[in-house]
C-alpha cells in the first residue's frame, strides 16, 4: 500500500472521558457521510471506534489516568482504517478471549459484547504497544465508486 | 443525551427511549429495567422508534434483564428499531433472544396484551 493511495480524512484528539463519545460518533459520521456508504456501514464504523474507545476510558479511568485519545480515519483504496492511538497503560482488547452470549445473559452480565462487536465488524484489527504510545487500528474493507 | 420516559396502562409499562444509547447514557436505562424488574411487572413494551443509536453498553443493559423478566413471567419486547439499530442487534443474534416487532399494535397482539 503506497501513501498515494491514503487520504486522511480527520485527525482529532479528545479527552479520556466517555462524555466525549457522542463527539466522537458525530465527527466519525460527518467524514463518513461524504462516501457511497449505506447508513448501516456508517453505523457499523462509528460504533467500532466507540466501542474502542469506550473500552480505553473506562480502563483509564480503572487505572485513574487522565489522558486523550488521538483518533485518525484514513480512506484507503480498498476500504476505511481507523487508528486510535493512547498513551495510557498498554491495554490490548485483542488479547480478550471471545465472551459466549448465552453465557453472559444467564450470568446477567452488562459487559463483555463490545470486542466481539467490533471484531465481527471489522476486517482486520491489529493492536501495537510502542515506546510512547499504543495504538489500536481497524480496518474495514469498503468498495468506492469510481468518480 | 438520552431521554427515557415511561407511562403506565393498566397492567402495561411502555418505555419510551429517545437518543444515544452508549457507555455514558446506558445507566439510566439499567434504572428504569431495574425499577420495573423489582415490581415484577406483566408487560414491559419499549419503544426504540426515536434510538437513534446503541452501542455494546446499551444491549447489555437488555441483556441483563432477559432471565429475570423471564423468571417474573414478564413480557417483554421491543419495537419500532430503525434498521441501522436492527443492524447492531443482529451482529450477535439477540433478535432470536428478545422478541423484536415493527410496531406497538404487532408488540401487543403477539401477547394479547391490551
Known amino acids: ?147 | 443525551m438520552l431521554e427515557i420516559t415511561t407511562l403506565r396502562n393498566d397492567n402495561i409499562l411502555l418505555i419510551d427511549i429517545c437518543g444515544d444509547l452508549d457507555a455514558s447514557s446506558s445507566i439510566k436505562l439499567d434504572k428504569v429495567l431495574d425499577e420495573a424488574k423489582n415490581n415484577k411487572e406483566k408487560s414491559v413494551l419499549i419503544n426504540c422508534a426515536k434510538l437513534n443509536y446503541i452501542s455494546s453498553a446499551g444491549l447489555g443493559v437488555f441483556m441483563s434483564y432477559i432471565e429475570d423478566y423471564k423468571q417474573n413471567g414478564t413480557y417483554f419486547c421491543l419495537y419500532g428499531l430503525s434498521e441501522k439499530v436492527k443492524n447492531v442487534f443482529a451482529l450477535l443474534g439477540l433478535e432470536k433472544l428478545i422478541k423484536i416487532f415493527n410496531t406497538e399494535d404487532d408488540a401487543r397482539n403477539a401477547n394479547n396484551v391490551n
Not at chain 1, 113 to 127: A, K, P, S, T
Open chain 1, 1 to 147: 500500500m503506497t501513501l498515494e493511495m491514503q487520504t486522511t480524512l480527520i485527525n482529532f484528539s479528545v479527552n479520556t472521558s466517555l462524555d466525549e463519545l457522542e463527539m466522537v460518533r458525530t465527527t466519525i459520521s460527518e467524514q463518513l457521510v461524504k462516501f457511497p456508504l449505506t447508513e448501516i456501514e456508517i453505523n457499523q464504523i462509528v460504533l467500532s471506534v466507540d466501542e474502542i474507545c469506550a473500552n480505553l476510558v473506562l480502563h483509564a479511568e480503572k487505572k485513574k489516568l487522565a489522558d486523550s485519545i488521538e483518533i485518525s480515519l484514513i480512506k484507503e483504496e480498498n476500504g476505511i482504517r481507523v487508528n486510535i492511538l493512547d498513551h495510557c497503560i498498554s491495554y490490548n482488547p485483542i488479547t480478550n478471549k471471545e465472551n459466549n452470549i448465552d453465557s453472559l445473559i444467564k450470568e446477567r452480565k452488562k459487559g463483555g459484547i463490545g470486542l466481539i462487536l467490533v471484531n465481527r465488524i471489522m476486517d482486520n484489527i491489529e493492536y501495537r504497544i510502542e515506546e510512547t504510545y499504543n495504538i489500536c487500528s481497524l480496518f474495514k474493507r469498503m468498495k468506492f465508486e469510481v468518480a
